[in-house]
């Protein structure tokens, strides 16, 4: 209830701010971490949140006294870039978000893709390693255990204290490693530390054997990455572009744009409109 009057608040700031009304707004497009079910509005579990079964949706709906729609973050990102951003003009479009997680969307058809239970698109837990890194999900090689924002960190973390090789990443940080984040790696690595650059390029390969394979499989014709990491520039997105042309069928790989996110914090809620009209018939134009 504290979360769900929190966003209660944010919209009345936000109506307040803009000198609109209440009887200007039509309703409220919800993305949440997943999974759900989007028929009952639910959120099936947000650890994060302490959720479980938590009836999202119809709380705020309740609360606004407003129609409301609720679908997963990730597919609310990649909808906005489809709609407004760096996917625009797409008609099969894969979507990565990367920060504390890798959450993913899948356009295919014009439509976005949920799947036969709400769960399609979790990019971040295909495994890209069988005996790999353990993830938060409880399995093993998982692609968010490599290349997420924390774990770019720990990665980086890991080769200092491992090889003690001279970097700016302590400097950066005060000497206090467990401060490192994917973004320190990332400024590091624009100014040519060999450690973060190293990072980087790994997190690339990462990235790469992962796009390739959902190009592989769906033959999108955009693929958006979305989040933080878009922040390391072509220091990320051109190792990453020749691992996929390495791995991917050269038809896949031809036919499809591989763009960093133009929506830098507003991708979710541009989407998260965009399902809203798109789940109470309105459509996009």
């Not at 701010?17 to 099936?44: E, F, W």
């Not at 990665?155 to 990443?169: D, F, G, K, Q």
């Amino acid at each position: 209830d504290r979360i769900v009057g929190l966003i209660e608040g944010v919209i009345l700031d936000t109506i307040a701010q803009t000198n609109a009304h209440r009887s200007d707004v039509i309703g409220v497009g919800i993305g949440a971490p997943g999974p759900l079910d989007r028929d009952k509005g639910l959120v099936i579990v947000a650890p994060n949140l302490g959720w479980r079964n938590f009836p999202l949706r119809d709380r705020i709906a309740e609360r606004l006294n407003l129609p409301a729609t609720l679908d997963n973050d990730a597919n609310c990102a990649t909808v906005g870039e489809w709609w407004q951003g760096a996917a625009q003009g797409g008609t099969d479009v894969i979507g990565m978000t990367i920060g504390t997680g890798i959450g993913g969307g899948l356009i295919i058809g014009g439509k976005l893709f949920h799947g036969a239970s709400d769960v399609a698109g979790e990019i971040g837990h295909t495994t890209i390693d069988l005996n790999g890194r353990h993830c938060k999900c409880g399995n093993y090689g998982c692609l968010e255990a490599y290349a997420s924002g924390p774990a770019i960190a720990t990665r980086a973390r890991e080769v200092l204290v491992r090889e003690e090789t001279a970097s700016l990443l302590p400097s950066m940080v005060d000497g206090r490693l467990e401060s490192i984040t994917a973004e320190t790696v990332y400024r590091a690595a624009h100014q040519g530390d060999a450690v973060a650059s190293e990072i980087v390029r790994d997190t690339a390969r990462y990235l790469g054997a992962g796009v390739a394979n959902l190009l592989n499989t769906f033959n999108a014709d955009v693929v958006v990455i979305a989040g933080g990491v878009t922040q390391a520039g072509d220091t990320l997105f051109v190792p990453l572009r020749a691992e996929v042309r390495r791995r991917a069928f050269r038809p896949a790989v031809d036919a499809a744009r591989i763009v960093p996110g133009a929506l830098p914090g507003t991708a979710g809620v541009v989407g998260a409109v965009a399902t809203f009209r798109l789940g109470t018939g309105m459509g996009l134009n």
